[in-house]
């Protein structure tokens, strides 16, 4: 494998891994801090990349589907959570797994009903369209570069919210001593909404920013929901750090194993045993990494720090 | 006297009712059994809404002539839930004849249990192949094409445009790896790789990598609904657009109109399409477009044919399905016109039929949609008839 084909790999491991880590952050803060399984979460980036996709059909403008798409998420996220998960706070994890879920039935039926059964696709904005030359062979899409600038800006942003800001403080308190958070005379309540509005906005932003890569259709969000769920035990529930880590890791790993473990076996054995074996390594590797970390450290990489 | 004429009453109430059900006077029950839910849903939508056009050229609710209920349920692609909706249907409502079904993995399902229970299976799409070979039934029908057969003749297109180095996609299950057998029966060329994705997977970025390091002049690739737009999409943005692009009847009208002008240049299979030239094929067309406002897909018209076979065959024995033998003999007959032009049973109770190559084209209104192009294979049988034993 020459290096440009390795080093578009790793592009692509990191352009997956960051879309995933827009998920998972929203997921681990609320699981972590809130204490709180949220299997929705999905439908959220669903949503974003619903009415994202709708509104550039319509308008023609990726910009004002993203600028619409994003608060709508936030307003959803916040309507769910004063409605119906505050209630479930005080419930056992296997309540608030069957509410979560009968949500995902509900929220899925909806956007057939709204949108449609027939899959959404949109093109990208004029201005990342293309390809872009890096060296020698190199050829990278625009619009995936700026789907990694756009995560890594996140990644800063949620660095800087938890490390220098009052709410940070009171997020990286609250993933840690949740109950005596309250006791000092911290308004929960309040930080509660505030870690809720802030996952529905990064799964807007990823629903929103996924659209032009990618189908959008009906049951998006379950599939980003399974990964997400095993980014964030892999990196320690209610760490940011350890969702970005983990969510880059997986991300690079899923993408080199699909093309290194053709390239490295085709030479051994024969055609149908490297796609069994490629097909094999597609559909586990998260998972193989998953029992990995949770054997030699089950609390997950990063416990205990945001 | 009083009593006297309370059982003469009775008797003649029960002599009635007794001769109703031998006369059957009651519609004839069809359990529809399909998939409108998941991202597959819009499939048993088009079936669904192909078969009812079929009822509604004949007035609404009746075919062949004979009054019938058609009982639609959503299975969800679960196997377990098509069971057990069968099994009702076929129980309690007293259904002879099920259809509906779309998932391959699902008629394996529920076929055997509608056949051993003396019903009739009429399927308008999956067609498992050991229910085409070696566990055929006198009972079991397939209105629309054995499974294999759309990436059998993907094959032969393969070698109509010359494709010497080929690269195969196609989800890791079942159906996805026969999809992969079938383009392998009769391709001539090198195949330099087989990529098997996730069931489900979104992003195709590393296996678009590889295949372009492989180099092929064309990609066949087979991924149904929405894998089929993202993965079309990705190739579409990557450095693969001189790649001839192959498909078997997955890219099908709507994925097109979804799709837009990425779906051009994209080659598939089909053994019909909406711009098929006969009259029974027009008027389909026509009537499915005023009650829809849309071009049918080919699922449309695999279950319009399906419920016309079943109208040939109760017309033949006047709408009464208790005389098995009768309706049976009436269905291989399969003596309708059907909107292929050519349609006749082979000895597995598939159809042989003929499949053409199809393309994507752009309109003068500047929407997309699909053309029938070349002859691939006139009066396809498929190859699973010869392990089939009954004559």
């Known amino acids: ?306 | 006297m009083i009593r006297k004429s309370f059982w003469a009453a009775l008797a003649a109430a029960t002599l009635v009712t007794t001769g109703g059900a031998l006369a059957q006077q009651g519609p004839v029950k069809i359990g529809f059994v399909t998939t409108l839910t998941t991202p597959s849903g819009y499939i048993g939508e088009e079936t669904r809404d192909g078969f009812t056009i079929a009822m509604d050229q004949e007035g609404g609710n009746k075919l062949g002539g004979v009054a019938v209920e058609l009982m639609i349920a959503d299975d969800g692609v679960k196997p377990d839930v098509a069971k057990q909706l069968v099994e009702r249907m076929m129980q309690k409502d007293g259904a002879k004849i099920i259809s509906g079904v779309i998932f391959s993995n699902i008629v394996a399902a529920v076929a055997p249990d509608v056949v051993k229970a003396g019903g009739f299976y009429v399927g308008p799409n999956g067609a498992p192949n050991n229910m085409a070979g070696a566990d055929c039934h006198p009972n079991y029908f397939i209105a629309s094409w054995q499974a294999g057969t759309q990436s059998d003749m993907a094959g032969l297109l393969a070698d109509k445009i010359k494709a010497n180095n080929v690269v195969l996609v196609a989800p890791d299950y079942v159906a996805g790896k026969d999809q992969i057998a079938g383009f392998k029966r009769y391709f001539k060329g090198t195949i330099s790789g087989e990529i098997l994705t996730k069931l489900g997977q979104t992003d195709y970025a590393a296996e678009i990598t590889r295949i372009r390091s492989l180099k092929p002049d064309a990609v066949f690739f087979f991924l149904p609904g929405g894998m089929g737009v993202s993965f079309i999409k990705q190739v579409k943005e990557s450095g693969l657009q001189n790649t001839a692009l192959l498909a078997p009847l997955t890219v099908d009208d709507r994925i097109v109109e979804s799709l837009g002008d990425k779906a051009m240049g994209i080659r598939s299979t089909t053994f019909w399409n909406w711009d098929y030239d006969n009259a029974a094929s027009k008027k389909f067309v026509e009537d499915f477009k005023k009650k829809h406002g849309r071009v049918p897909t080919t699922y449309a018209a695999q279950g319009y044919d399906t419920a016309r076979l079943i109208a040939s065959a109760l017309k033949a024995v006047g709408g009464d399905v208790s005389k098995t033998d009768a309706f049976r003999a009436a269905l291989k007959k399969a003596d309708f016109v059907s909107i292929r032009g050519s349609f006749k049973f082979a000895n597995n109770n598939h159809p042989i039929q003929t499949w053409h190559a199809r393309d994507v084209v752009k309109n003068a209104d500047g929407t997309y949609a699909t053309k029938t192009a070349e002859l691939l294979f006139k009066d396809y049988k498929d190859p699973y008839s010869a392990e089939c034993k009954q004559p």
């Open chain 1, 1 to 306: 494998m020459d290096f440009a084909l390795f080093a578009e790999q790793i592009l692509n491991g990191l352009q997956a891994g960051v879309t995933l880590f827009l998920t998972a952050a929203g997921l681990t803060l609320v699981f972590g801090i809130v204490g709180f399984i949220n299997l929705n979460h999905g439908t959220l980036v669903m949503a974003g990349a619903y009415i994202a996709a709708k509104i550039a059909t319509v308008t023609g403008s990726f910009w004002l589907g993203l600028a619409v798409a994003v608060p709508s998420v936030v307003v959803l996220g916040l309507l769910l959570e004063t409605s119906v998960f505050r209630r479930l706070y005080h419930r056992d994890h296997l309540d608030q797994v069957l509410a979560t879920f009968s949500l995902i039935l509900f929220f899925n039926e909806l956007a057939r009903i709204v949108f449609g059964r027939l899959p959404y696709q949109i093109d990208k904005p004029a201005l990342l369209a293309g390809a872009v030359h890096l060296f020698g062979d190199l050829y990278y899409p625009i619009y995936r570069l700026a789907v990694i600038g756009v995560g890594v800006a996140v990644a800063i942003g949620l660095w800087y919210l938890t490390a220098k800001t009052k709410l940070g403080m009171l997020i990286r308190a609250g993933s840690t001593h949740r109950n005596l958070v309250g006791a000092l005379g911290v308004n929960v309540g309040r930080l509660f909404l505030a870690i809720f509005a802030l996952g529905a906005l990064l799964a807007g932003l990823a629903g929103a920013i996924i659209g032009p890569m990618q189908a959008v259709e009906v049951g998006m969000g379950e599939n980003i929901i399974i990964l997400a769920l095993v980014v964030i035990v892999i990196g320690g529930v209610g760490s940011i750090r350890g969702a970005l880590v983990a969510s880059v890791f997986v991300g690079i790993a899923e993408s080199l194993g699909r093309t290194l473990v053709p390239y490295l076996f085709e030479k051994v054995v024969d055609t149908s045993t490297v796609t069994f074996l490629s097909g094999m390594f597609a559909s586990t590797s998260a998972y193989v990494i998953l029992a990995a970390v949770l054997i030699v450290r089950p609390q997950g990489l990063f416990a205990g720090k945001v």
